[in-house]
């Protein structure tokens, strides 16, 4: 473990040669409260790395890896500000990709915490809170293909995964990430702002970016499944679904991958949302994964 120091918004960094969990590290030390915040823990290389629910996030050497943490209320952020940091988290992704001259057209966000670009995945974000003696904190971990080698992923990866180097004709410099990270830091620091001010601006970028738009989307909710047709994201996060019968907006839940033929697309209209993976996350989040007609 190195502590380092020079990037912005940070008071902390801390970066492993090799680790485990981003996360997890940071999560020990910042129950330690012996370092200050905001903190960021980076590594090399994550062995164990976590994605949403159970699952697992591959990277290698040639991936961004690390996690930040703060304590929201020193940003002005409440607990329904949080349920949306991962979809302002990808906006400060984005716009530093775009400012380092690395972005492409085809980068979006794939609700409610990834970046695609082409249907594949680019990045990943998860939020967490960290209770602590001084109260509770958060962890915004984040995943971003750059070099990857994707040839050494598991199959499962290497179907669905993409880097920055694979969306460019020309190669990408061995320097990119470390430009990237302070890059991503300030255009965080930016985004945490707007995100405390209500900035609609901020909402309207995360609505553009949206990968799913017109697309016909399945969501898993835990107990059963809702679909519809994409029209966007709103100013709370939601997902927005429009079934053929009312527009729904979905809170949490995993959007899958597959799609149904056009044939077997349910009417949704009876169904009614289970909390998902945001409210769990977020318990005192005052909007729980649901299912609202428009008046």
């Not at 910042?30 to 790395?49: C, I």
């Not at 629910?53 to 961004?64: A, F, H, M, N, V």
């Not at 943490?69 to 500000?81: D, K, Q, R, S, Y």
């Not at 985004?191 to 017109?214: I, K, T």
């Amino acid at each position: 473990m190195e502590e380092a120091g020079g990037w912005p918004f940070v008071k902390t960094t801390i970066v492993y040669d090799v680790a485990d969990s981003t996360s997890d590290r940071a999560a020990e030390l910042v129950r330690a409260g012996t370092f200050e915040l905001p903190l960021v823990v980076a590594a090399g290389r994550q062995t164990r790395g976590r994605g949403r629910g159970r699952r697992e996030w591959w990277s290698d050497t040639g991936s961004l890896t690390f996690t930040i943490a703060i304590e929201p209320a020193v940003h002005g952020l409440t607990a329904e500000n949080e349920p949306t940091l991962a979809l302002a988290t990808a906006v400060a992704l984005i716009e530093a990709l775009d400012e380092l001259g690395v972005g492409s057209p085809s980068i979006g966000i794939r609700w409610p915490n990834d970046l695609e670009a082409d249907g594949r995945k680019l990045g990943g974000i998860l939020p967490e809170r960290v209770q602590t003696e001084q109260g509770h904190r958060i962890l915004i971990g984040i995943g971003l293909n750059v070099r990857t080698d994707l040839a050494g992923a598991p199959a499962q990866v290497r179907a669905m995964a993409t880097s920055l180097a694979a969306l460019r004709a020309e190669p990408l410099d061995e320097g990119i990430s470390t430009r990237l990270m302070p890059a991503i830091l300030k255009r965080f620091e930016s985004v945490l702002e707007r995100l405390a001010m209500g900035d609609p601006s901020l909402s309207e970028e995360w609505n553009r970016l949206d990968q799913l738009r017109d697309e016909w989307v399945r969501v898993d909710c835990g107990t059963h499944r809702v679909a519809g047709r994409g029209q966007g994201i709103d100013q709370e996060g939601a997902l927005l679904l429009d079934d053929g019968e009312q527009q729904l907006r979905i809170f949490g839940g995993q959007v899958l991958r597959e799609p149904l033929p056009s044939e077997q697309r349910p009417n949704t209209q009876s169904q009614q949302m289970a909390a998902g993976s945001i409210a769990e996350r977020y318990p005192n989040h005052p909007f729980p994964c649901e299912n609202n007609r428009e008046s």
